[in-house]
């Protein structure tokens, strides 16, 4: 793809949260902890420690930490990380990427290792532009610098592009800096308070590619 093939309706990039609004990373935790009351108990804990360390901790060392603050025993975290490469893409997502990929750069920005995210982002069946981790920017979302990086590195202003969250906790972080949002909400949750409201929510992604289209119209 060169520039001279995009629509000037859609945006130069789109970015995606990879774990939650790419690939369905719910059913790992959940089975990884013996199960989903556990598994969402056990993320929630998780999200808490990440939202809150400013500077980036290892990935895997919250998970520990998270997995312990709720009981859970350090198998857990054992489970998740030998099954992975187990995490599948949510079902639309590829058809979406592949509507995408001919218009606009494509970028992952994830709160994880680069290890992980490297792993994690190869398990999506497109090729990305950019992919930009927590290890790497030096700190987690919703913290700007993880998405300002990713904009850093493909060379588009906030403006010029949008991002798809998995939850609304992306939202403390991509409205401040102007980046339109896209909440692909698969499993329904309820918006963190103070999180901003994005321009679209939905259950899947189905609608993505159609309003990337009138990104600028």
């Not at 906030?158 to 980046?179: E, H, N």
């Not at 329904?188 to 999180?195: D, K, N, Q, R, T």
Request: proline share 6%; glycine share 6%.
């Amino acid at each position: 793809m060169n520039d001279t093939s995009m629509s000037t309706h859609y945006p130069k990039a789109v970015l995606f949260d990879l774990l939650t609004a790419l690939l369905d990373s719910w059913t790992l935790w959940n089975a990884s902890a013996g199960s989903p009351d556990k598994g969402r108990t056990w993320r929630a804990a998780y999200l808490k420690l990440t939202y809150a360390c400013g500077a980036y901790v290892d990935y895997e060392t919250l998970v520990r930490q998270a997995a312990s603050d709720v009981g859970l025993p350090p198998g857990a975290a054992d489970a998740l990380r030998r099954n992975w490469r187990d995490l599948k893409p949510w079902s639309g997502a590829q058809a979406a990427l592949e509507r995408l990929r001919p218009h606009c750069r494509l970028a992952v920005v994830t709160n994880c290792s680069v290890a992980l995210g490297r792993e994690a982002a190869s398990l999506v069946p497109v090729q990305w532009d950019v992919v930009v981790t927590a290890e790497e920017a030096g700190c987690y979302k919703p913290n700007a610098r993880p998405y300002l990086l990713a904009l850093e590195k493909l060379g588009v202003a906030a403006k010029d592009a949008a991002f798809v969250a998995g939850s609304s906790y992306d939202m403390l972080g991509t409205a401040p800096i102007g980046l339109r949002t896209y909440w692909h909400n698969r499993i329904g949750l309820a918006p963190v308070e103070g999180s901003a409201a994005p321009d679209i929510e939905s259950p899947t992604l189905e609608a993505l590619p159609a309003w990337a289209s009138r990104f600028h119209a």
